[in-house]
């Protein structure tokens, strides 16, 4: 592959609801312009975009991959996407360095979840949006009524139509030239089709001509638009975000790809249209993408493969050879930048330089990860990090071996370099070690990932809920501790109020002993032995929180008595005193935001109510999103990012955050009693 100059480098994400066909259109552009010799498919493992092991098990793309493509002395970096929400951390990081939009959509199934969420999505970038229509003449296919979705939701505006003979689709009408293309060549306008490609072309007008004073004055004129002021119209809106064109086609037959290619070359937005924000030692600032600026480049991937680790980068400014001093303003390291190559699916092709604009990747840095930033040394540019979905659904992991605990963490560690929309939390109190994922089918790549690459085996359970003890009552006991073994005894003599404290979570210790009962240099002792009780609570076995403990009596004896003696004297006060006083469990809270079409606020209100949440505000976000914010048990929320999906058909997405304990109600205090109960039998 030639070297590009920044001015003809296009990136495009391509974006769409799983099986839309979004890597079914670029398997035939690369197919039909002889850049790969077969027409290659995930599910027959012939993909050398969907390669990965998981991909060709599931059949879609788990992973975004680059795959450029020369069109008219351009070069089209396309960041082929997954369609699956679980992976939605691959579709952030590929419209961070993308310059546009490719929404692929299905004739046949139109306008789905995945269409909506990836044209928010791309807005809210400020990403310039196009659609294209694909599988026109499949059975079923309703082009129309896709058309018409799409104009009503996304205002978006038809530049192309399909020609539909037999049921097959032959080619495709241009609505701004109105010339029919069939099988490469140009051809007059089937009849049947003059009407519509009239009004479309009265629907485009109207469009372009609100894009600039110039074109608004001529158009309310009356005067017709050159076919260069539709261009020049038609890209300016595209690049505006006021006009979002839609073309059509049938990728398996290659029918319309050529007039696709074709329109981003002449409307989608260069590469060097663009900036980026960062900051210079905290001073905020914009790089402009210019082949001539300060060397600055952003790596938006990394993979870590069996031989070295691979990182994605996007240069912004200046030029990336082997020769450039690379520098990593993040970790404030120097990088040695050895060799660089342009990615094609599964294929690797090493290149001497990258310019400005350009998107490759570097092999084998030695510090470097994603969302950091290389520039040089006397420019420390940090540009803005992509902000990746947290995952919701937690797991605990466990190796199935105990000799794997450390290979489990460092592979863990790894898949977290990769993949930052993954967390792991190491739970010290219920000793778990719990992994988020967005969904089901992105915890389960994760799994396998362990299992191929890092050679782990692991199990997965429901994370333990960390429920918290407490009272409600006051009470005054005695905890004694006497030894007497022949040589030196022990003794200790307390006397401790319990009482609840709801001004402080941790337990507050404090002393009203008069006379010397108990002699003051025991009292860190007492206070000791307390807080390690306090740690396992008399019903379940949680910590226990807003207690007040007051030694007010005592006894010692001037030989015996010992610090381990007073220690051991509080913890028995500590068992014989909580069970008085009225124990109650509390269970953690949270706020939940969830978003979801308002078609669904009924639903998602009634789920509410049978998880025992408190619906606290319900406001629209857009025309078509609303949020709901309830407040609902952590308990009841363990598998609910699998579980909204399926009550909103892929529609929903939510966050959660603590915000306190409350009070469980009896039923659920019977229940968690018992199932702690249960497991301490069988840990005896």
Not at 171 to 176: A, E, L
Request: glycine share 8%; charged share 25%; with cysteine.
């Amino acid at each position: 592959m030639k070297d590009y100059e920044t001015k003809n480098i296009k990136n495009i994400a391509v974006l769409g609801h799983t099986g839309a066909g979004k890597t079914e259109v670029l398997e035939s552009i690369l197919f039909n312009n002889k850049v790969t010799d077969r027409f290659g498919k995930a599910v027959d493992g012939t993909s050398i975009i969907d390669s990965d092991s998981e991909e060709v098990k599931r059949g879609m793309s788990v992973y975004t991959h680059v795959v450029p493509v020369e069109w008219r002395n351009q070069k089209i970096n396309f960041l082929d996407t997954p369609g699956y929400l679980d992976f939605a951390g691959e579709q952030t990081a590929a419209m961070s360095v993308a310059d546009n939009a490719l929404i692929v959509v299905s004739a046949k199934d139109g306008v789905q979840s995945g269409t909506m969420k990836a044209y928010h999505q791309a807005l809210a970038q400020e990403l310039p949006i196009m659609f294209f229509i694909t599988r026109v003449d499949e059975e079923n296919a309703d082009y129309a009524k896709v058309v018409e979705e799409l104009e009503r939701r996304c205002k978006a505006v038809p530049l192309t139509l399909p020609i539909i003979e037999g049921g097959k689709a032959t080619g495709v009408v241009n609505i701004i030239t109105k010339k029919a293309y069939i099988g490469g060549k140009e051809s007059d306008i089937p009849a049947s089709l003059q009407g519509q490609v009239d009004s479309g072309y009265d629907v485009l007008c109207e469009a372009i001509a609100m894009t600039t004073d110039e074109l608004t004055e001529k158009y309310f004129s009356g005067e017709p638009f050159t076919n260069e002021e539709v261009i020049e119209g038609l890209g300016h809106g595209l690049r505006h975000n006021t006009i979002r064109p839609i073309l059509c086609g049938t990728a398996t037959k290659y029918v319309g790809i050529d007039t696709l290619l074709d329109s981003i070359v002449d409307y989608a937005t260069n590469a060097n249209k663009v900036s980026y924000k960062g900051t210079v030692k905290g001073a905020e600032t914009e790089v402009k993408v210019d082949p001539a600026g300060n060397f600055v480049a952003f790596v938006w991937k990394t993979v870590n493969d069996a031989f070295a680790q691979i990182s994605y980068v996007k240069v912004v400014s200046g030029v990336l050879s082997t020769e450039t001093p690379a520098y990593n303003t993040n970790k404030d390291e120097n990088e040695k930048i050895g060799s660089i190559v342009v990615l094609r699916g599964n294929k690797q092709e090493k290149v001497t330089k990258l310019e400005a604009g350009d998107i490759g990747a570097i092999l084998k840095l030695q510090y470097t990860s994603t969302n950091d930033t290389l520039a040089t040394k006397a420019n420390p540019v940090q540009l803005k990090p992509i902000e990746f979905p947290h995952g919701m659904l937690g797991k605990a992991i466990w190796p199935k071996s105990k000799n794997d605990e450390d290979k489990l963490s460092s592979g863990l560690n790894k898949i977290r370099e990769e993949d930052p929309s993954c967390e792991v939390v190491n739970n010290t109190e219920t000793r778990e070690l719990v992994l988020y994922g967005i969904g089901d089918q992105h915890i389960d790549v994760i799994v396998n990932k362990l299992k191929n690459r890092y050679k782990v085996e692991v199990e997965l359970t429901e994370p333990k809920v960390q429920y918290r003890e407490t009272i409600r009552s006051k009470v005054e006991v005695e905890g004694k501790h006497k030894k007497q073994t022949g040589g030196a005894g022990q003794y200790g003599d307390v006397w401790i109020r319990f009482e609840p404290c709801e001004e402080e979570e941790e337990m507050v210790f404090a002393e009203e002993v008069v006379g010397g009962a108990v002699p003051k240099q025991y009292f860190p002792a007492v206070e000791s032995g307390l807080r390690e009780a306090m740690n396992r609570g008399v019903l379940a076995g949680y910590k226990v929180v807003h207690v007040k403990a007051t030694l007010f009596d005592g006894s010692f004896h001037p030989v015996d008595s010992k610090e381990i003696a007073f220690k051991s004297a509080a913890r028995l006060a500590y068992k014989a005193g909580m069970p008085q006083a009225k124990p109650a469990l509390l269970e953690p809270i949270i706020k939940a935001e969830v978003t979801i079409p308002a078609d669904y606020v009924g639903t998602i209100y009634g789920d509410f109510s049978k998880r025992r949440g408190m619906i606290l505000d319900n406001r629209a976000v857009d025309e078509e999103n609303t949020v709901i914010v309830a407040e609902v048990p952590m308990a009841e929320m363990v598998n609910y990012a699998t579980e909204l999906r399926s009550m909103t058909q892929g529609n929903g997405s939510y966050s959660q955050e603590f915000v306190r304990y409350d009070y469980a109600p009896q039923t659920v205090t019977d229940k968690v009693v018992a199932e702690a109960k249960l497991e301490e039998e069988d840990d005896d």
